[in-house]
Structure formats: C-alpha cells, structure tokens
C-alpha cells in the first residue's frame, strides 16, 4: 500500500516569509509525529498528534512554529517568519497506535531552503 | 534530558567485512530501540529492532544486541555489500516518551567494492 507521502519536496524561501509543509500519513494510522534533521545531524522530534488527543508539542523550538491535523488524516506543519536556521529536513512518520514499540513509517521528507 | 551517544559518526569496510555501530542512551526506562538506515534524499527506513526484553536479535546479515545493565545497544551488520553503504541511526523510546523516538547523531557507512 501507500506509504507516507510529503510535500512539497523542496521547498526555497525568502527569511521573513511563511511555509506549509504537508504530510499524508499511512491510512488508518492514528499516531502521526514530525521531526527535523538539519545537516550532518540526528533527527530532532518536533511534535506529536495521537487520534484526537491534544498533540504533544514539547519540540517545536518556538512559537513561529505551529502543526495542526485535520480529520485526523493529513497534518500542516507552519512555521512563519523564516529564518536561515530552519533550513532543514522536515520529516513526517506515522504508525499504527503511537504507542512505544511501534514501528514508524517515515516519509521522505521536506527539504527547506531559507535564504 | 533524554539523549543518545551514536559512535563511530563514520566508517568504511571493506566488502564482505563486519561493521559494527554502538549507542549508548540515558533513559533507563527505554523498552524499545530501533534502528533506522537512511539514504541520500530519502527518509528513514526501519532495518531492525529490539525490545527490553531481548538480548539479541537477528534478521539475515544484520543483528542489534542490547545491554540494558550497561544501557547501550549495538547494530552488526556482516558480510557487508556496497548497498549498505548509507548513513545508520539508533533510537529509543518507552518510559516517559510513549512512542518519541530520540536518535543518535548518525554513522555513515562506507562500504568499498
């Protein structure tokens, strides 16, 4: 079946400007998380959406930075005001429950230009 | 807070050579660690994991064994191919985290023909 579809794919922008990023996940998976890998690096957990609990928005490093999910589906990661730091890969997963131990199923990622 | 030590960031084999990755993590309430293979442009792609429960595990050329007592865990990978060549995460998650995977840094995997 399908897997976990991004888009855009990249993504050029000017600092001040704001971006939406997309993220499709695996139909029927409820727990839905974001990450950010920014060069050379590890992947940094941003925020977490499970059914319809509030999400867990421990990581986003500031307030320019926003996700929402609608129906449960489909997840919109915001971050206004760009500045040339949050350029980086933004990757979406999914998987079935969100419970620990659970395999996540990771996108391909957003590659996020601010120039 | 949470956090995990991946080591070496880099290294090259020779084909048909083992490679070996260890992590080392802080949260001693961690019960799950996968690890993830990733390849230039491309997300993550889960190639093995283990549960606290579990020593070792085995799936073909590639083994994870886990040391709860020490808290760290280690990726093998035998008789390597220069498809494996990619760059390899550790990450955990359970206790306090539900299913927020922390990674480690990274290892690129160089395997030369």
């Known amino acids: 079946g399908a897997g976990v579809s991004q888009s855009p794919s990249n993504k050029v922008t000017e600092k001040g400007k704001d971006v939406e990023l997309r993220c499709d996940p695996i139909?029927?998976?409820?727990?839905l998380y974001w990450y950010r890998q920014s060069l050379g690096q590890g992947l940094e957990f941003l925020i977490y959406?499970?059914?319809?609990?509030?999400?867990?928005k421990s990581g986003l490093p500031s307030d320019r930075f926003s996700a929402e999910r609608t129906g449960g589906s489909v997840s919109t990661l915001t971050i206004q005001r760009t500045q040339q730091e949050d350029s980086a890969v933004y990757l979406c997963?999914?998987?079935?429950?969100?419970?620990?131990?659970?395999?996540?199923?990771f996108g391909p990622g957003t590659r996020l230009l601010v120039l | 807070g949470e956090n995990v030590e991946q080591h070496p960031s880099t290294l090259s084999v020779q084909e048909g050579d083992s490679a070996v990755i260890k992590c080392t993590y802080s949260?001693?309430?961690?019960?799950?660690f996968p690890w993830y293979k990733q390849e230039l442009g491309k997300g993550p792609q889960l190639i093995i994991d283990?549960?606290?429960?579990?020593g070792e595990k085995k799936d073909q050329r590639i083994a994870v064994t886990l040391n709860k007592t020490a808290k760290h865990f280690s990726l093998h990978i035998t008789e390597t191919q220069p498809e494996d060549s990619a760059v390899y995460f550790c990450?955990?998650?359970?206790?306090?985290?539900?299913?927020?995977?922390?990674f480690g840094q990274g290892t690129i995997l160089t395997v030369h023909p």
């Open positions: 949260d001693s309430a961690s019960n799950y």
């Open positions: 990450a955990f998650a359970g206790g306090t985290s539900y299913g927020k995977l922390t």
């Open positions: 283990i549960r606290s429960n579990v």
């Open positions: 997963a999914s998987s079935l429950m969100g419970g620990a131990g659970e395999t996540q199923y």
């Open positions: 959406f499970q059914g319809n609990s509030a999400p867990d």
């Open positions: 139909s029927g998976h409820t727990a």
